[in-house]
């Protein structure tokens, strides 16, 4: 089956700075790759996501890039504010296995004001 | 958007007793929902996916006995925790899934069992 590994387990940075936030899958017929913030005590929201057939995806502050080729995807927050603070999961997800997502194990970004 | 309502947000309940949580869409039609288990600090472990009008399908190690999913219509999936123990104290969540690619998830439900 599919297997998704996050890195890092953690990340503070300054307010005002970047962050980056990586996944590698190892099913090559995983199409879909959403990206969720998830703040403490309530269920994860859809922040961005991308399909196999773009490279790229940007909405404002926040992008994913991806590599089909080396089978890894990346979330970079530029300008990041203390509400950016949250744990993220990243996810991948094929046509098969009934539609199914697998998560990593997530992020939890501290931005220090 | 697609706005997926779980309730109850909390609740604490005795041991051996049975808890229901409840997962509706409530502005579009959910032929699948998936519940989710998740621990302090972890991942998103699923537990099961369900069909509206069929039995559900759970993941390996997952009791189908004591985890009992309904998903009677297109709007409502319902999770029973049954005879729960303290070692089922967790936060449960649920998605819909919402096209060929996307799900929405509802906001989590906290169980203590004391």
């Known amino acids: 089956g599919e297997n998704v590994e996050q890195h890092p387990s953690t990340l503070s940075v300054q307010e005002g700075d970047s962050a980056v936030i990586k996944c590698t899958y190892s099913d090559s017929a995983s199409n879909y790759f959403p990206w969720y913030k998830q703040e403490l005590g309530k269920g994860p929201q859809l922040i961005i996501d991308i399909r196999s057939n773009v490279g790229e995806k940007k909405d404002q502050r926040i992008a994913v890039t991806l590599n089909k080729t080396a089978k890894h995807f990346s979330l970079h927050i530029t300008e990041t504010q203390p509400e950016d603070s949250a744990v993220y999961f990243c996810a991948a997800k094929g046509n098969t296995n009934a539609g199914k997502s697998t998560f990593g194990d997530g992020t939890t970004l501290t931005v220090k004001p | 958007g697609a706005v997926v309502s779980q309730h109850p947000s909390r609740v604490i309940c005795k041991s051996g007793t049975s808890v229901k949580i409840e997962c509706r869409s409530l502005?579009?039609?959910?032929?699948?929902m998936f519940w989710y288990r998740q621990f302090p600090k972890q991942s998103l472990m699923l537990m099961a996916t369900s069909n509206e009008g069929s039995k559900a399908t759970y993941e390996q190690g997952v009791e189908k006995d004591k985890f009992l999913i309904n998903h009677a219509s297109l709007t409502l999936s319902t999770l029973t925790v049954t005879s729960a123990h303290p070692e089922d104290s967790s936060f449960y969540i649920c998605s819909a899934s919402i096209s060929d690619y996307g799900y929405t998830f509802g906001s989590g439900t906290r169980l203590t069992v004391v």
């Open positions: 502005d579009f039609q959910a032929t699948t």
